[in-house]
Nanobody, 123 residues
Framework: QVHLVESGGGSVQAGGSLRLSCSAS????????MGWFRQAPGKDREFVAS????????SSTNSVKGRFTLARDNALNTVYLQMNSLKPEDTAVYYC????????????????WGQGTQVTVSS
């Protein structure tokens, strides 16, 4: 079992930055691919970015490419989402998720989820 807890959300102005963290309990974190998803009010949950178990491969949705960076520290059981040049359309609840297999952009592939952290970007 893996328990995930996100932190680092908040309110920023457009153009600002935030770094989200996702801390995991459990000894199997280092074998997990991790993903970040977000959900805005009235919208479906959407894929943001994912990272392989060793951090060697990342993938992100086109709307955040060049602005968001994903990294992980398996020694600290933590994955990070660095978000720069934030836009109002990035406003959402951000969730981290884990799966004991390869990366995926499909939310239903992930059995483990955090509780979410709110990110609000004002214009």
């Amino acid at each position: 079992q893996v328990h995930l807890v996100e932190s680092g959300g908040g309110s920023v102005q457009a153009g600002g930055s935030l770094r989200l963290s996702c801390s995991a309990s459990g000894r199997t974190f280092s074998t997990f691919a991790m993903g970040w998803f977000r959900q805005a009010p009235g919208k479906d949950r959407e894929f943001v970015a994912s990272i392989s178990w060793n951090g060697g491969t990342t993938s992100s949705t086109n709307s955040v490419k060049g602005r968001f960076t994903l990294a992980r520290d398996n020694a600290l059981n933590t994955v990070y989402l660095q978000m720069n040049s934030l836009k109002p359309e990035d406003t959402a609840v951000y969730y981290c998720a884990g799966r004991m297999s390869g990366m995926s952009g499909r939310y239903y592939d992930y059995p483990y989820w955090g509780q979410g952290t709110q990110v609000t970007v004002s214009s």
